[in-house]
């Protein structure tokens, strides 16, 4: 795990744009398509904000959210919705997203259909993660029922998740699928996700603190 620590938010949004946009651009030297995996929620924000401007071979780029709560795209809390109004917008907008959601009435109908769309697309070749107080990364949620298994090194693409305590069902691409990115980031903000981060290598356990199942070779990007 490298840690890169920037003065202030502002910093870390351009360096971090940068260092998506220079993984992306090698990624496409080795590779004809190429597959972007990036987080949902509020903090990856401000990044695609400067991501979405740079000068790339977009066509060539499959966006793919880490995980999604099972709503709609047009929800507010849909991670498809932000990528969408953050991302896919100005150079990006060339890009092809892949949802995960299909419409099924419940995660468990709609993720073999997932796994069979994403399967085909692996590796990942960039990797955009953010981390929850909780040491939770994508929605590898500890207390899961499902952990384990979405943990486990033969676990498929995508799979089902019922986090505790969240209103909503989950679909998550597994760690093995994270894990085995080319390019991985990791995105935090404050002295709380440090704190939390730090605990994660205190505690040495995946089960409870599911971003150490992720960590190996990562770059972690924090700023306070």
């Known amino acids: 795990m490298e840690f890169r620590e920037y003065a202030d938010r502002d910093m870390l949004q351009l360096g971090l744009a940068g260092v998506l946009a220079g993984a992306l651009t090698l990624a496409l030297q080795q590779r004809e398509q190429v597959l ?35 709503v709609g795209g047009d929800s507010p809390r849909s991670n498809a919705r932000m990528i969408g109004e953050r991302l896919l917008v100005e150079r990006a907008a060339r890009a092809r997203f892949l949802p995960l959601h299909t419409g099924d009435p419940s995660p468990e109908e709609g993720f073999g259909k997932l796994c069979e769309a994403v399967e085909p697309l692996l590796p990942v070749s960039v990797l955009l993660l953010g981390m929850g107080a909780d040491m939770h990364v994508a929605s590898l949620f500890p207390g899961c029922p499902n952990l384990a298994a979405a943990l486990h090194e033969d676990a498929p693409a995508v799979l089902a998740m ?47 603190a599911p971003v150490l199942a992720v960590l190996g070779g990562m770059t972690v990007h924090w700023a306070p």
């Open 36 to 70: 972007f995996a990036v987080a949902g929620g509020e903090t990856p924000g401000p990044v695609f904000d400067s991501l979405c401007a740079v000068a790339l071979e977009w066509e060539r780029v499959t966006v793919l959210p880490t995980d999604e709560r099972w």
């Open 162 to 208: 019922r986090p505790p305590a969240q209103p909503e069902p989950r679909v998550t691409l597994s760690a093995p699928v994270l894990n085995g990115a080319m390019s991985k980031h990791l995105l935090i903000t404050g002295r709380e996700k440090r704190a939390a981060l730090d605990e994660a290598l205190r505690i040495g356990d995946p089960l409870r």
